[in-house]
């Protein structure tokens, strides 16, 4: 598995779309990340974003693959699959993957009255896989991915996608804890790059909402010794110069921090 991973940014925001002037920067459309692995495409979160990756994968030299890891089935990380076009296409196989009831959540979000078709009625080859924590998957390239529980309300899983010498985590909807924060150090320990859930600064933050600071980010990256971190799922209320504003802070406090913005590329 030679070659450099490219991570794209699809959806940044939480919480739900903002497509207006004032974020568009940064971004409006909710979570999506996508991992070119070179024989393989990872994708992290079905949120609006999916929607752009759709129109790439659906281009006569768009990858015929996906494999997609759900952190969870909150709206704004699931309704990208309403306008996902790949599922259109007889000649692509989606692969969705998620905590445990998956395939029955999801049998009843796509079904009327909430969308006119299910998962059953697309051309598309489909799979579902199941995950608890600790449950691995492989993909084609050779690269793996390993789900640790979250601490979010309703459950949320954390993703570690590895091969060829190359380790990244995806964490977003994290209230991180003690033991929590502890867990995901261990978890992304060594890792080229962790996508962390900047939702919050300490001025705004909820106890209780399942969401984190891009100053906890970075101690849990600090403690892992993380090369990158990548921060994303934004609040709807937090506009392009709030976010330039928190993202000069965070590069006063580490040059290897970056906030995501859509359509960026980062290599690993």
Avoid at 46 to 73: C, K, T
Avoid at 86 to 104: D, K, N, Q, T, V
Avoid at 186 to 205: M, T
């Amino acid at each position: 598995m030679g070659g450099s991973w490219r991570v794209t940014a699809w959806g940044v925001r939480g919480s739900y779309p903002v497509p207006e002037a004032a974020f568009l920067d940064y971004g409006g459309n909710t979570s999506c990340f996508s991992v070119d692995c070179g024989t393989a495409l990872a994708v992290f979160d079905a949120g609006s974003g999916l929607a752009g990756l759709g129109e790439w994968m659906v281009r006569p030299d768009g990858p015929r693959r996906a494999d997609i890891f759900l952190s969870h089935l909150h709206l704004d990380h699931v309704q990208g699959l309403v306008s996902f076009r790949p599922l259109f296409f007889p000649s692509r196989e989606i692969h969705l993957y998620g905590r445990p009831g998956l395939r029955a959540a999801l049998d009843k979000l796509l079904s009327p009255p909430w969308w006119p078709v299910g998962l059953g009625d697309f051309p598309a080859e489909v799979h579902i896989h199941e995950l608890g924590p600790g449950g691995m998957a492989s993909l084609p390239s050779g690269a793996s991915a390993e789900a640790i529980e979250g601490r979010h309300p309703n459950g949320c899983l954390y993703y570690r996608l590895e091969g060829g010498g190359r380790r990244m985590v995806y964490a977003l909807d994290c209230e991180p804890d003690g033991e929590t924060a502890q867990r995901l150090a261990d978890f992304a320990q060594g890792a080229d790059l962790l996508v962390w859930d900047a939702n919050f600064v300490e001025a705004d933050f909820k106890p209780g909402w399942g969401h984190s600071t891009w100053r906890q980010g970075a101690e849990i990256a600090q403690a892992a010794g993380v090369k990158r971190v990548l921060m994303a799922h934004y609040a709807a209320d937090h506009n392009d110069a709030f976010l330039r504003a928190q993202e000069a802070l965070a590069w006063e406090a580490d040059p290897n921090i970056y906030f995501a913005k859509e359509g960026m590329v980062m290599e690993l």
